[in-house]
């Protein structure tokens, strides 16, 4: 894989001048460094983690599973054996067999004067808590980080980083040579944006009603979104864009099963179209707004997806697209990249860097009434470390962001959006005959002028599931023929009373703590 990096400014720097980044940033000698009136800091990069694909193959009979009996390969590096990259997501044995677009680890850095926090994302399906640990033991300390958010896209074009989609359901998909790469680059990806970090300022806007664009659902009752895209524009002090944050929750996957290119999909296309503008092969429709931009995927349990089916208009020609392709993500990509576009020239954007920065965290002891992921933990095709007590259970996370006016809760898993905004039901046919437990709904309890709820934060917990709504045996809710998918993928029925319980009083914490000084510690636990 490559290890190039773009920093606010646009420019590509080799993985040398990376590691002096983060030897500047560290000391306090990166850019245009602020004097002390100019408290409020900020600074973005990117950096790429495609992995290398040595060997092309021909899916010749079209299932997406390389079969060396049926498909044609390539030994492009001459060892004399096929090496496969597989891919996250659908089913086992999807390898890759080119590159459409680069892999991204994109980072985001804020300094108030007093705190540093980093956001760093990844093209990936998911990322284990120990991993995020890694991250923060190797970037933190060097780079003067006093938190750091470690998101996946859950991206599911690019290479497996959870296990669960090897050659068979007994071996896993994970290089652990990539991993290693893929956490450096990661840890890099911080250093160039410390390196980057210049006076700013942020303005955010909550944009509602152009959801029916974009193409998203939801696959299961009850059928509720979480509406809205959040957007954070972070402008440096001579008004040109350093950065933006994306907000917006659906599944990473508009290429769907039968691709076996390596992509960012729709969050590449979307990030290209806030920083880049909308691009139609070389014909430039409409101007972006510059600097790097980060995806942050939002509530995407229950799942909230755009189906094969499900078709996207353009926003150039309004040519509607439905079955899934590479014209369909850039589609939504651009459709999402033009709602931002639009906010940002309208003059709706509000500031909200006053305030300061505080990181609210706490941690969790998850159950895991799942076996078969304990299975699949213990026989190292999961990446996901347990202990026994009681019973099976995990480490985990939650965490609450307060960056000037900007909220981010940190939601460790694929989080069903009746959790967020409401519409939780006592499902007929659950296996709890009980009424809602997981109330009030998160999302009215935020207090920032804009609120980000960001799944697969420092973990991936799998679906969070409300209580009353969970079902792992027959007969099946709402009179399903077959089970729902999510239980397949939770860790249990207890993680959404965890998790949403966590960030209920870490939200209250910090709405009362915003009426008093700000506290000597940075962690509120």
């Known amino acids: 894989m490559t290890g190039q990096s773009r920093s606010a400014g646009r420019a590509?720097?080799?993985?040398?001048?990376?590691?002096?980044?983060?030897?500047?940033?560290?000391?306090?000698?990166?850019?245009?460094?602020?004097?002390?009136?100019?408290?409020?800091?900020?600074?973005?990069?990117?950096?790429?983690?495609?992995?290398?694909?040595?060997?092309?193959?021909v899916d010749v009979d079209g299932d997406a599973v390389f079969d060396p009996d049926i498909d044609t390969w390539t030994d492009g590096n001459g060892n004399g054996r096929f090496d496969a990259v597989y891919m996250a997501g659908f089913h086992q044995g999807r390898v890759a067999g080119s590159v459409h677009d680069p892999l991204l680890a994109v980072a985001a850095v804020f300094d108030d004067g007093q705190q540093r926090v980093g956001i760093v994302t990844a093209d990936v399906v998911g990322l284990s808590h120990e991993f995020a640990d890694a991250v923060r033991a190797a970037a933190m300390g060097p780079l003067g980080l006093d938190y750091v958010l470690v998101h996946a896209t859950h991206n599911h074009e690019g290479p497996d980083t959870q296990g669960l989609w090897g050659r068979s359901r007994f071996r896993s998909g994970v290089d652990p040579d990539y991993i290693i790469t893929l956490r450096e680059q990661m840890v890099a990806a911080l250093g160039v944006a410390v390196g980057a970090l210049e006076p700013a300022r942020i303005e955010v806007a909550d944009i509602q009603g152009k959801d029916r664009r974009f193409g998203t659902v939801d696959t299961r009752p009850p059928r509720v979104i979480d509406d809205g895209l959040r957007v954070a524009v972070v402008r440096g002090g001579d008004g040109r864009v350093l950065g933006s944050l994306v907000n917006f929750g659906n599944h990473v996957e508009l290429l769907w099963d039968r691709n076996v290119a390596l992509t960012a999909d729709v969050a590449g296309y979307a990030r290209r179209g806030v920083s880049?503008?909308?691009?139609?092969?070389?014909?430039?429709?409409?101007?972006?707004?510059?600097?790097?931009?980060?995806?942050?995927?939002?509530?995407?349990?229950?799942?909230?997806?755009?189906?094969?089916?499900?078709?996207?208009?353009?926003?150039?020609?309004?040519?509607?697209?439905?079955?899934?392709?590479?014209?369909?993500?850039?589609?939504?990509?651009?459709?999402?990249?033009?709602?931002?576009?639009?906010?940002?020239?309208?003059?709706?954007?509000?500031?909200?860097?006053?305030?300061?920065?505080?990181?609210?965290?706490?941690?969790?002891?998850?159950?895991?009434?799942?076996?078969?992921?304990?299975?699949?933990?213990?026989?190292?095709?999961?990446?996901?470390?347990?202990?026994?007590?009681?019973?099976?259970?995990t480490e985990s996370e939650a965490a609450l962001l307060e960056i000037g006016a900007l909220w981010i809760a940190c939601v460790p898993g694929e989080l069903y959006p009746e959790l967020a905004v409401g519409g939780i039901e006592r499902a007929p046919g659950g296996d709890f005959d009980s009424a809602p437990v997981e109330i009030p709904p998160l999302r009215p309890e935020m207090r920032g002028r804009v609120n980000m709820m960001v799944n697969l934060a420092n973990d991936t917990l799998g679906y969070i599931i409300p209580k009353s709504e969970w079902d792992d045996e027959a007969p099946w809710i709402y009179g399903s023929e077959e089970e729902s998918y999510g239980e397949i993928v939770s860790t249990g029925p207890d993680t959404a009373g965890i998790v949403h319980g966590a960030l209920l009083a870490l939200i209250r914490s910090a709405a009362s703590e915003r009426e008093r000084p700000p506290p000597d510690s940075l962690v509120a636990r």
């Open 12 to 57: 590509r720097s080799s993985g040398g001048a990376a590691l002096l980044a983060i030897l500047l940033g560290a000391i306090g000698l990166g850019p245009m460094a602020a004097s002390a009136e100019e408290s409020f800091r900020a600074g973005f990069a990117e950096v790429e983690i495609t992995p290398s694909v040595p060997d092309r193959w």
């Open 276 to 393: 880049d503008g909308l691009d139609y092969d070389g014909d430039l429709f409409r101007q972006g707004l510059g600097g790097t931009t980060v995806w942050l995927t939002g509530n995407i349990g229950g799942l909230i997806t755009t189906l094969p089916e499900t078709p996207v208009q353009d926003v150039r020609d309004s040519a509607v697209y439905a079955a899934p392709s590479f014209e369909k993500a850039r589609a939504q990509g651009y459709a999402i990249a033009e709602a931002v576009l639009d906010a940002a020239a309208s003059g709706e954007m509000r500031d909200a860097t006053s305030g300061g920065i505080r990181v609210h965290r706490r941690d969790l002891v998850v159950p895991i009434d799942n076996l078969p992921l304990v299975l699949a933990s213990a026989l190292g095709v999961l990446d996901r470390d347990w202990s026994f007590s009681w019973g099976f259970e």
